[in-house]
């Protein structure tokens, strides 16, 4: 168990934003008060529940002296509220967790050490495993996704561990890109510097109505997933997708991608209720005849037919490829996060991250 610096110098903080948590609030916050490495404040901001999250809050607060509790009375929202705990973070190295989800002992202490060893590194996230309201597996690790070259990350956003020195150079959240903030600030550390994985699941993603995507108004998210997938095209193709956010502004999009509602399906189906977007797809979906529709349709189509089946099925799929890579990651080292890059720029396919000072 991890004592104190000796210096007295705070070396990390953990950011929180909370909105509407409950009832899964008090196993996450359980989860980062039993680290293996306990030298840190945790910073908690309120984003004005009304289901009695602050109240929790309070008493945690109470309890541990290395909490520290904020509220905002005005909903903030993503971006904000995340920039806002960041802003109220003390300590040179921040690590993230979202109120809802659980965290392995070891998470913290692990990362720490590989910021350490790789000083060149901007970040570190980690693979997680997904759990439904109950806290009961539902999806296993998936190291197929670290072993591909994507713009779209391996790792959950409460996972993250940065710099805050990377953090406060970069700009931090971009409003405009709510409900996908995370992804948006990922790829401009990247941008930056090296992003590491920790291949192993450290952290537990709840699968459950307490998710912003699915709280928040229903429109409102579909068109920021489509503007999400629209700007990962762009960002495939020219290594930047600044121009096209900037002309999306606030502008509705029209119809949308089909794979928008998949994305978004998908945290209903893994938590073990019917997606209900077939309506959906069908009044706001860009349909036509390609492979994309195909494949909307037949996941809607299917997700309201037989939820469970699906659900298998995707399980299924999710075990085999792990294994089919799970030999790659044995050693439990970081790797380095593969990208797509403008054509000419190389990319580390998750090959073992550098340690400068070692080598």
């Not at 705070?10 to 929180?16: A, E, F, T």
């Not at 009832?23 to 989860?31: E, I, T, Y």
């Not at 070891?106 to 050490?113: G, S, T």
């Amino acid at each position: 168990m991890s004592s104190p610096s000796p210096s007295g110098a705070l070396r990390l903080s953990v950011v929180m934003p909370v909105r509407n948590a409950l009832p899964h609030l008090d196993a996450a916050v359980l989860s980062i008060l039993r680290q293996s490495f306990r030298d840190f404040e945790f910073v908690i901001g309120d984003d004005g529940s009304t289901d009695g999250s602050f109240e929790t809050l309070q008493q945690w607060a109470a309890r541990d002296d290395r909490i520290r509790l904020f509220r905002s009375d005005d909903r903030l929202g993503p971006a904000r509220s995340s920039n806002w705990v960041v802003a109220n973070a003390r300590a040179p190295i921040i690590a993230r967790m979202d109120g809802d989800d659980i965290v392995h002992p070891d998470r913290l202490e692990r990362q720490l050490a590989s910021l350490a060893r790789n000083p060149e590194a901007a970040l570190v996230g980690a693979l997680w495993t997904a759990i439904d309201e109950a806290g009961r597996p539902v999806r296993s690790r998936d190291g197929w996704r670290l072993a591909r070259r994507s713009p779209f990350a391996p790792f959950p956003h409460g996972s993250i561990m940065f710099r805050r020195s990377d953090f406060d150079r970069i700009g931090g959240y971009r409003a405009q890109c709510d409900y996908w903030e995370d992804l948006d600030l990922f790829l401009r550390f990247a941008g930056r510097a090296p992003v590491l994985v920790l291949p192993d699941p450290l952290y537990q993603y709840r699968v459950a109505d307490t998710s912003t995507r699915i709280a928040s108004d229903q429109e409102r998210v579909e068109n920021a997933v489509d503007l999400m997938y629209r700007c990962m095209d762009e960002y495939r193709r020219s290594g930047s997708y600044e121009d096209l956010l900037a002309a999306a502004g606030g502008h509705a999009p029209g119809k949308l991608r089909p794979e928008t509602f998949t994305s978004l399906g998908s945290s209903r189906l893994w938590a073990g209720r019917k997606p209900r977007m077939l309506r959906r797809l069908w009044q706001r979906g860009r349909l036509g005849v390609d492979l994309a529709t195909a494949r909307a349709l037949v996941w809607a189509i299917w997700a309201e037919l037989s939820p469970k089946s699906l659900r298998l099925v995707l399980q299924t799929l999710v075990r085999l490829r792990d294994r089919r890579v799970a030999s790659r990651f044995a050693d439990g080292r970081p790797r380095r996060w593969a990208i797509p890059r403008p054509v000419g720029a190389k990319a580390s396919h998750g090959k073992p991250a550098i340690n400068r000072q070692a080598a």
